[in-house]
């Protein structure tokens, strides 16, 4: 596709956005449901996908809870019952999306919830739909009708079920603890292959005195529940519908689990869970990034920055899928490099809380990691190149990525090497880091090949640059296994532990192939071809191997005409991270636009993996848009010495740009 091409397109894609925003940094508004695409609402726990008609939610998608998908036994998280199914009724007459005016939708990101507005008959109705923060298995529903006239509401709540689910039961029960009734809506499931069980109760919350809440139509396993009330014309009404869900992949009865949290709620108040969601959300947004000069890139920014909170969790040892929480479509859901080397980098400089439980992940899948290894000749661990909850290989058989790319294992290792810099938390190097670091050094020592002159090569690899597949010294394999052998012995001399000499001379033996003017081959026979993706880039930023002003901008400007122009996102952001070192503001700015703005989709901008692609909510692009504005234009880097700031650039436009709440002692940095 030609540049004009390209360039038009992406013209026509930011304006679409425009009718999508407002004044304010902190919301995004849209009034049409055209090429609708929507928003998610996630704590780290689950994941609820907004839809364009009042009440709706697409899917509720659960972290880290596998069922497999097809014959092959591919695994896919799974989809939970959809608790949040409203009917609401005015005199008898159904609201649906025929008879409202004037629908409107808010993504409030500072907040976190997303805000529908209706005129319907006789009442304006505001629903806005939370993934709690500070209740990280449930969701909140908060509903307020306004009647034009006298009016008979009636609401009533049923739990909708994806496709794939089995023995799907909803059912209507009043618990009593003495004189206390405790009116709970319970569903549960199977998951596809009855790999999961699966459990949700709702309940209603009112301000005002709960109206009798009674069961609905239906079958011994299918009911609804509801309520009725009379409204005066220009009295708001307000109530909730909050929901717990559960798996067994979290709990031993999630059914019995999932009832216990609907009664909590029962027996506290809306305020309760309205106050401690947005008092979880100010905390972190103590970590910010804040644009002088440019109000619509302050609020892409936000919105990447929001789904990265939203789909990552604190203390939770659950790692980030591709698409986050968004979809369990998009790669299914699983874990690869995206997290170690696009979204963990940016989690560990503004909330490191959030990083660990990256690295936690991969802590607990050790074993399997070295189960792997010995299972194709290695020495050491070899994570997966797809990991599901089980930490063996996700990838689907026919798919070579699966068996080949290996640096998944190398980036593991720079993701531990890192969290130890910025924490400088040697208790955890001692007992945990370090294990993995060996384990690392160990694999490609096993796995390097030593050659007649005394170098050594890696060969047979997928890397980066999946175009080339089963190719030998692929640059970024090697760069980045040459890197994770020196965090390795870096470790074990702060600890003073004792390491095999091969981790250094392996290290030092390691191969690159150049083209005859200097530019680094992308791997030991390239030619020249179109590359998917940044490869030997990455050895430049954020490897720091490939050095040298002269040196990186022959590189970079070699390759950026070899990039794929619909390959992901990522590309582009590596490329206007080199430029801004470079001290080339106009160039890093051309490809800090091209590293999102063709990607966003109407009508909240989230992001999909490509120009042509439409699989939002790619958070893997974000993490790259994030690393564009802390380490391009904020000139952060982590080093030894933790996080440190050289000379950060700006736009010609932007008047400056904040970083703040930046490491664990939560600093502020300052680019004018």
């Known amino acids: 596709m030609n540049k004009q091409l390209f360039a038009f397109l992406a013209w026509i894609l930011l304006m679409q956005q425009s009718f999508a925003s407002d004044k304010s940094d902190w919301v995004i508004t849209t009034r049409s449901t055209e090429n609708y695409n929507g928003v998610t609402l996630a704590n780290g726990r689950i994941g609820l996908v907004s839809g364009a008609n009042l009440f709706n939610v697409t899917d509720i998608v659960l972290n880290g809870v596998y069922d497999k998908e097809d014959k092959e036994g591919v695994s896919r998280v799974v989809r939970g019952p959809v608790f949040t199914n409203l009917i609401m009724r005015i005199d008898g007459e159904d609201v649906t999306p025929q008879n409202i005016r004037n629908w409107q939708q808010s993504l409030n990101m500072k907040e976190a919830y997303l805000e529908t507005t209706v005129d319907a008959p006789k009442a304006v109705i505001s629903q806005s739909l939370r993934a709690l923060r500070n209740f990280p298995y449930m969701g909140l529903s908060l509903v307020t009708v306004t009647p034009t006239q006298d009016i008979e509401l009636e609401v009533i709540n049923s739990t909708v079920f994806p496709s794939e689910l089995q023995e799907t039961s909803a059912t209507y029960k009043m618990l009593k603890d003495g004189k206390i009734k405790l009116p709970v809506y319970t569903s549960t499931a199977k998951s596809r292959t009855g790999m999961q069980s699966l459990a949700t109760c709702s309940a209603f919350l009112f301000d005002t005195e709960r109206p009798e809440i009674r069961s609905y139509y239906g079958t011994a396993h299918q009911q609804s529940m509801g309520f009725n009330v009379r409204l005066k014309k220009g009295e708001s009404y307000r109530f909730a519908l909050i929901g ?8 031993a009865n999630p059914r019995a689990e999932a009832e216990r949290m609907a009664v909590y709620a029962l027996q506290s108040d809306i305020e309760h869970f309205l106050d401690g969601h947005k008092r979880e959300w100010e905390r972190l947004w103590q970590s910010d990034i804040i644009i002088e000069g440019d109000d619509e890139a302050q609020r892409d920014i936000r919105l990447a920055l929001y789904n990265l909170y939203s789909f990552a969790g604190e203390n939770t040892r659950l790692s980030i899928a591709p698409m986050g929480l968004s979809t369990v479509t998009g790669y299914n859901g699983h874990v690869f490099w995206d997290t170690e080397l696009w979204m963990y980098p940016p989690l560990l400089m503004l909330n490191t809380e959030m990083a660990k439980s990256c690295i936690d992940y991969r802590t607990d899948r050790l074993p399997k990691a070295q189960q792997r290894a010995a299972m194709f000749g290695y020495k050491g661990c070899m994570y997966p190149w797809e990991s599901d909850d089980s930490g063996e290989e996700a990838t689907p058989t026919w798919c070579l990525t699966g068996p080949f790319e290996h640096h998944i294992t190398a980036d593991v290792a720079i993701a531990f090497w890192n969290y130890y810099c910025v924490t400088k938390d040697i208790h955890w190097l001692r007992e945990e880091g370090f294990n993995v670091l060996s384990q690392v050094a160990d694999f490609w020592v096993s796995r ?26 692929n640059a970024f394999t090697n760069g980045s296994a040459k890197t994770a052998l020196l965090c390795a012995i870096k470790a074990a001399g702060i600890l003073k532990q004792p390491y095999t000499p091969e981790w250094k001379t392996v290290a030092d033996g390691i191969c690159f192939h150049y083209m005859p003017d200097g530019v680094m081959k992308e791997h030991k026979a390239y030619d020249g071809a179109v590359i998917k993706q940044a490869d030997v880039n990455l050895l430049s930023y954020p490897l720091n191997i490939l050095t040298g002003k002269e040196n990186v901008k022959k590189n970079v400007d070699y390759y950026a005409k070899k990039i794929y122009e619909d390959g992901p996102a990522m590309g582009n952001a590596i490329l206007a991270i080199l430029y801004a070192q470079l001290g080339d503001r106009d160039n890093a700015y051309e490809y800090f636009k091209k590293s999102y703005l063709p990607n966003k989709r109407p009508p909240f901008g989230v992001l999909s993996e490509s120009a042509f692609s439409n699989n939002p909510y790619f958070c893997t692009g974000a993490g790259g848009l994030l690393q564009v504005m802390l380490s391009g234009f904020g000139g952060l880097r982590i080093t030894d010495k933790g996080i440190v700031q050289e000379n950060g650039i700006l736009p010609t436009h932007w008047k400056s740009l904040t970083l703040k709440g930046i490491g664990p002692d939560k600093k502020t940095f300052v680019v004018k």
């Open 244 to 251: 717990s869900i559960c798996s067994s992949r979290d709990f």
């Open 448 to 473: 390097a090949v030593r050659n007649e002159d005394g170098s050594y090569s890696i060969n047979n690899v997928v890397g980066a640059n999946e175009f080339a597949p089963n190719v030998d010294d």
